[in-house]
């Protein structure tokens, strides 16, 4: 923004047009009109004359041209608020910092959250079961599902049944991550004799959440792994 719309722009901001204006400062209309084209120049006694009518200064008209690199330009409607702040007695100043910081952290966390980078994992279909099994067989059909780039998931599984109510329900899609170890009272995703399960693991059994559907109680004969820890849906 160089002088000439940084003229206009603290005219507007002052409600004048370009003929009141030009007649508070001596010149004819065509004259200020050129100074807002760019076709002419003001002198310095015309200058001197715009800058206390408008009540700005020369570092705003010509911040562009006294520096081209310079990237924290205040514009007028800001000079305007600077003014007012400091007017302000300390109640207002707290006041005002407390909106502002408010404010601030709010639109920061809005750009967070819209420019978050994002990644894709494979999502299985509905073959965790929360009900009596199903098979988990390495060839089975599955999609690209998208999640934060810090999200710690390897991979996502619909949940197939309803023995994890009011956990999860059935249709849920739980996000997984790989390990080979888990806690007691921790939620996995289990490979029992070749069926899938979405249990709560002890040391014993595996749980289900829903009271009406027995837990699975662990014996010599199974043949247990742990495919890996859910971490949230």
């Not at 006041?95 to 299985?124: F, G, H, M, W």
């Not at 509905?126 to 390495?138: C, E, K, M, T, V």
């Not at 249990?199 to 009406?212: G, M, P, Q, T, V």
């Not at 043949?223 to 971490?231: C, F, M, P, Q, T």
Request: proline fraction near 3%.
């Amino acid at each position: 923004m160089g002088f000439k719309e940084r003229l206009k722009e603290a005219r507007l901001e002052k409600g004048y047009t370009q003929e009141q204006l030009a007649k508070l400062i001596g010149v004819a209309k065509s004259t200020f009109t050129g100074y807002e084209k760019g076709n002419s120049e003001p002198n310095m006694l015309t200058i001197k004359k715009i800058m206390d009518i408008l009540e700005i200064d020369a570092n705003y008209l010509w911040a562009d041209e006294i520096d081209n690199d310079v990237s924290f330009v205040i514009s007028f409607s800001e000079q305007k608020l600077i003014k007012k702040y400091r007017n302000l007695d300390n109640h207002g100043i707290q006041a005002v910092n407390s909106i502002l910081d408010i404010e601030y952290d709010r639109c920061v966390k809005e750009q967070e959250t819209i420019y978050q980078p994002k990644r894709y994992i494979d999502k299985l279909p509905n073959i965790a079961s929360a009900g009596i099994g199903d098979y988990l067989f390495d060839d089975i059909p599955f999609e690209k599902i998208e999640v934060d780039d810090d999200c710690q998931a390897d991979f996502a599984i619909g949940v197939d049944g309803d023995s994890m109510e009011p956990t999860f329900s059935h249709n849920d899609t739980v996000l997984v991550k790989k390990q080979d170890t888990i806690n007691v009272g921790e939620i996995g995703i289990f490979i029992v004799d070749g069926e899938c399960f979405i249990k709560e693991y002890a040391k014993d059994r595996l749980i289900s959440h829903n009271k009406n559907y027995p837990d699975k109680e662990f014996n010599e004969c199974m043949d247990i792994r742990l495919i890996g820890k859910v971490i949230g849906y």
